[in-house]
Nanobody, 125 residues
Framework: QVQLVESGGGSVQAGGSLRLSCAASGRTFETYTMGWFRQAPGKEREFVAH????????NYADSVKDRFTISRDNAKNTVYLQMNSLKPEDTAVYYC??????????????????WGQGTQVTVSL
């Protein structure tokens, strides 16, 4: 079992930056692949980025590639999402997620078993 708590959301103007954090409970954080998803009003939850266990291979949605960076600090049981050059279409509730083991490919929400409560990100013009 792992519990996830996100922080760092807020309101920012287009072109600005935010850093989301997700703190995980438990002693085996390093064995989990960690992901970020987001859900805008009236839309399905979508994949944003993930970072695997082990060597920490990353994968990004095309819409955020080269703007967002996912990273993890296993000593602090924390995963981060650095978001730069934010756009209004990035507005959503952002969720941290965890799953055991390595994941290869583009994950769906159903591929993750543990979720945080979400944090709101609002980007205005």
């Amino acid at each position: 079992q792992v519990q996830l708590v996100e922080s760092g959301g807020g309101s920012v103007q287009a072109g600005g930056s935010l850093r989301l954090s997700c703190a995980a409970s438990g002693r085996t954080f390093e064995t989990y692949t960690m992901g970020w998803f987001r859900q805008a009003p009236g839309k399905e939850r979508e994949f944003v980025a993930h970072i695997n266990t082990g060597i920490g291979r990353t994968n990004y949605a095309d819409s955020v590639k080269d703007r967002f960076t996912i990273s993890r600090d296993n000593a602090k049981n924390t995963v981060y999402l650095q978001m730069n050059s934010l756009k209004p279409e990035d507005t959503a509730v952002y969720y941290c997620a965890a799953r055991g083991g390595i994941f290869i490919g583009r994950p769906r929400p159903a591929d993750y078993g543990y979720w945080g409560q979400g944090t709101q990100v609002t980007v205005s013009l």
